[in-house]
């Protein structure tokens, strides 16, 4: 070699023509340039010897083909089969609660208003549905540990027009004890609720594959009563079921949702 190098390295004749890498998507049409057997592709197969391309002729014969460089034809032009990339998965655009999905949001600083519940299992499944639009509003959500603290709560809240509480109560209908704790709190207090003993019921039977909810007498203690009628085990082990079969607004009854929408208003309504 010469000191202006390999004269003919770069000649037309001699320099290795690139061999073009084309998507193996499904039902593309190819031909193995070996054998000459040409077909769609329906799919691949990983094996100790490397990536292999499933061909499909129009006679329904599937052959394997090793896919190596340039050892396809399309057009008649030699390429390169490499597997589809894997399409990013798509973000949802709604929220659980069906609101419009927020992205990118800096964390709100909290609202002087409040949501109270009334147990741990009433505020895991608000956040469950509507944690997404709490979360942009800023609002927090608080557990009672039972509804007779709320007067106590009330007293050293002190709501106001910028402090208002949205009060969520299970079985709140005429004459209940939980109606009488709940009556005349006040302009900045509002309670809502649904008419089930428990807020397991207001999870829709079909999201638990249950026909209905069994009916337990009255003295015995619910959550353990449809344990044992549905064969749940403990009243722990239920509310996993429970908490489990919640993917969205859909499984939950409507009293349940309407409940919650109008104390997410309430309490942002004028902050």
């Not at 209908?173 to 809502?192: D, Q, R």
């Not at 249950?210 to 722990?236: H, S």
């Amino acid at each position: 070699m010469n000191e202006y190098g390999d004269i003919y390295s770069g000649h037309s004749r001699t320099r290795k023509r690139a061999v073009p890498e084309v998507s193996a998507e499904r039902d593309l049409v190819a031909e193995d340039a070996a054998t000459g057997f040409c077909g769609a592709v329906v799919g691949f197969e990983r094996t100790y010897d490397g990536e292999f391309v499933k061909l499909e002729d129009r006679h329904g014969l599937v052959r394997l083909f090793a896919m190596r460089e340039a050892a396809f034809l399309i057009d008649g032009q030699p390429v390169t089969l490499v597997r589809p990339k894997a399409a990013a998965p798509q973000r949802p655009t709604r929220s659980a609660s069906g609101s419009t999905r927020v992205e990118g949001l800096r964390a709100r600083v909290a609202r002087g208003s409040r949501i109270w519940v009334e147990g741990v299992h009433d505020a895991a499944l608000v956040e469950r549905v509507w944690g997404h639009d709490l979360r942009v509003e800023g609002v927090v959500v608080e557990h009672l540990e039972g509804l007779d603290n709320l007067a106590a709560w009330l007293t050293e809240f002190e709501p106001g027009p910028q402090h208002r509480v949205g009060v969520l109560v299970d079985h709140l209908v005429a004459g209940s004890k939980e109606t009488t704790l709940t009556t005349g709190l006040g302009p900045h207090v509002l309670v809502t609720g649904h008419p089930y003993i428990d807020v397991w019921q207001a999870v829709r039977p079909q999201a638990l594959g249950i026909a209905e909810w069994p009916r337990v007498p009255r003295g015995e203690d619910w959550k353990t009563g449809v344990c044992r009628r549905l064969g749940w085990g403990t009243p722990q082990e239920g509310w996993r079921r429970v908490y489990d079969a919640v993917d969205s607004f859909r499984d939950l009854e409507a009293p349940l949702l309407g409940a919650v929408e109008r104390l997410i208003d309430f309490v942002t309504e004028t902050d």
